[in-house]
Nanobody, 122 residues
Framework: QVQLVESGGGLVQAGGSLRLSCAAS????????VAWFRQVPGKEREFVAT????????LYTDSVKGRFTISRDNAKNTVWLQMDSLKPEDTAVYYC???????????????WGQGTQVTVSS
C-alpha cells in the first residue's frame, strides 16, 4: 500500500495558478503511476491527469490540456499538479491516487490521499 498526502490547495481568482503536491510513503513509490482526480459535491470523482512511473508518459482530461501539468520526482517521492489559467469550473476537492497502470479509470486506483480543496473565484 502507498500512503498519499495532498497539499497546496486554496482560494485563487480566475486566471491564477496553484501547484498541488502529493507526497508518498510506504511501498516503492517509483513503481506506481500516480494520478490526480477531482470531485465536486453531488458529482462523481473525475480523472484529471496521470503520469507513468518513469515520468515519460502523461494523460490529461481534455478540459485541462494546455493549462495543467503533472510531474514527479521519485527521489522526493512527490508528484505535482501545476494548475495555470484556472477557471471557476476547476473548483473541486483534488485527490491523488496510485496505480500500477497508467489509466484514466478510477477503479484501477486503490491508494488515495485525503484530498485538498481548490476554489477558483470568478
Amino acid at each position: 500500500q502507498v500512503q498519499l498526502v495532498e497539499s497546496g490547495g486554496g482560494l485563487v481568482q480566475a486566471g491564477g495558478s496553484l501547484r498541488l503536491s502529493c507526497a508518498a510513503s510506504g511501498r516503492t513509490f517509483s513503481n506506481y503511476a500516480v494520478a490526480w482526480f477531482r470531485q465536486v459535491p453531488g458529482k462523481e470523482r473525475e480523472f484529471v491527469a496521470t503520469i507513468s512511473w518513469n515520468e515519460i508518459n502523461t494523460l490529461y482530461t481534455d478540459s485541462v490540456k494546455g493549462r495543467f501539468t503533472i510531474s514527479r520526482d521519485n527521489a522526493k517521492n512527490t508528484v505535482w499538479l501545476q494548475m495555470d489559467s484556472l477557471k471557476p469550473e476547476d473548483t473541486a476537492v483534488y485527490y491523488c491516487a496510485a496505480s500500477q497502470l497508467l489509466v484514466r479509470t478510477i477503479s484501477f486506483y486503490n491508494d488515495w490521499g485525503q484530498g485538498t480543496q481548490v476554489t477558483v473565484s470568478s
